[in-house]
């Protein structure tokens, strides 16, 4: 569950403070970012001319520039940490599809989007596909 969730015309973000991580999504597409020791509590977005304008959220420090805060991942959406896509075939997905999806499950769980909990739970139903 986000600590702090918002939004601005069409910036949407939510904030989990125990991963340090910002999910923002504009537009269509979602991104997630790594806060370092900002604690998140609100978004602003400034409108320049000839352009989408800049985002900047407030935390303990002040005024942060979205563009300033490391990207951890692009275009991440929460199916992604429910389920891993994994080929699906009419016989069902292959060792090696079920495999490379637990690797890609691995990943998410190192960069903090998974708890250890939701990547064992993942793992076990993956290997059930087999």
């Known amino acids: ?11 949407r973000y939510a904030y989990f403070a125990q991963p340090r991580r910002l999910a923002v999504r504009v537009g269509g597409s ?10 998140i509590g609100g978004v602003s977005q400034q409108q320049g001319i000839g352009g989408p304008g800049s985002v900047s959220f407030t935390s303990q420090h002040g005024v942060i520039d979205l563009a300033s805060l490391p990207v951890v991942s692009h275009d991440y959406s929460p199916s992604q940490s429910q389920g891993v ?3 699906t075939s009419s016989s069902g997905p292959t060792e090696s599809d079920v495999f490379s999806a637990i690797e890609r499950l691995g990943a998410l769980k190192e960069k903090g ?14 290997l059930g596909r087999l």
Request: charge should be negative; charged fraction near 25%; hydrophobic fraction near 35%.
């Open 113 to 126: 989007l998974l708890t250890e909990e939701e990547f064992a739970a993942k793992k076990t139903e993956l």
């Open 30 to 39: 979602t991104s997630v970012y790594d806060t370092g020791d900002h604690c």
């Open 1 to 11: 569950m986000p600590n702090a969730t918002g939004a601005q015309n069409d910036v």
């Open 85 to 87: 896509a994994v080929a």
